[in-house]
């Protein structure tokens, strides 16, 4: 347990609204991750961070920002939310071989 | 893009019966490591393997790591109820911060 956790946990929006998802670690972790979860794709990496204000585009960042300016703090926003940005999403940290995932937030777009 | 494909998608069972989960890539990969999922939660780790060849054993569970590091498999002896799950395995590059994930095996057992 690396002392994850994602807020909200579930947010039900229309299209077209903006939407910011929230990680937030106690774990001093230096790596972040933000991911999504869909039916027969497993996890797909969105944006990733190596440490503050420094992140980099994951498989399928279209359609998603991030953004980190504390070490505790990962944020994923849709700027714009379409229908199929529809999934769960995961936060996860990495330390020593092993990624931490948080309990994920479930967002469904209207 | 490196991919990883798992095998069975879906895998239900009877309780006390043994089962084996694939995991097959084209691409080499440096770690191997396999994941285990309940509803509502987020994956946490079960093992990593590193080394081509290489045999885990947790309790009922065995892992392994295809000689060439493109591939792994799980076996499960003796499958109990508790071990229902989405199992996931994860492909690392060499600094092991960044994995690609196969698109998971969800495993009933039922008793």
């Known amino acids: 347990d690396a002392g994850i956790t994602q807020s909200p946990r579930h947010k039900v929006t229309e299209t077209g609204t903006p939407v910011t998802l929230r990680c937030h670690q106690t774990?001093?972790?230096?790596?972040m991750y933000w991911y999504r979860q869909d039916p027969g794709h497993g996890l797909r990496l969105i944006h990733y961070?190596?440490?503050?204000?420094?992140?980099d585009k994951g498989e399928v960042s279209d359609g998603y920002s991030v953004s980190r300016s504390k070490t505790e703090d990962f944020l994923l926003t849709l700027e714009s939310a379409t229908s199929s940005q529809t999934s769960v999403y995961f936060c996860a940290t990495w330390t020593v071989n092993e990624q931490f995932f948080g309990p994920g937030t479930r967002l469904t777009v209207l | 893009t490196q991919l990883l494909e798992q095998s069975p998608q879906f895998l239900s069972i009877q309780e006390g019966e043994n089962l084996t989960v694939y995991c097959n890539s084209s691409?080499?990969?440096?770690?191997l490591q396999w994941y285990r999922q309940e509803p509502g939660e987020g994956p946490v780790l079960l093992v990593t393997v590193v080394t081509g060849g290489e045999v885990k054993k947790l309790k009922r569970l065995t892992f392994q790591f295809g000689d060439a590091r493109k591939d792994s498999s799980l076996h499960i002896t003796a499958a109990q109820p508790g071990d229902t799950g989405l199992y996931l395995c994860a492909g690392g590059e060499t600094s092991g911060s960044r994995l690609t994930f196969g698109e998971g095996t969800q495993l009933t057992v039922n008793p």
């Open positions: 774990e001093n972790h230096r790596y």
């Open positions: 961070s190596y440490g503050v204000k420094d992140t």
């Open positions: 691409s080499v990969f440096s770690s």
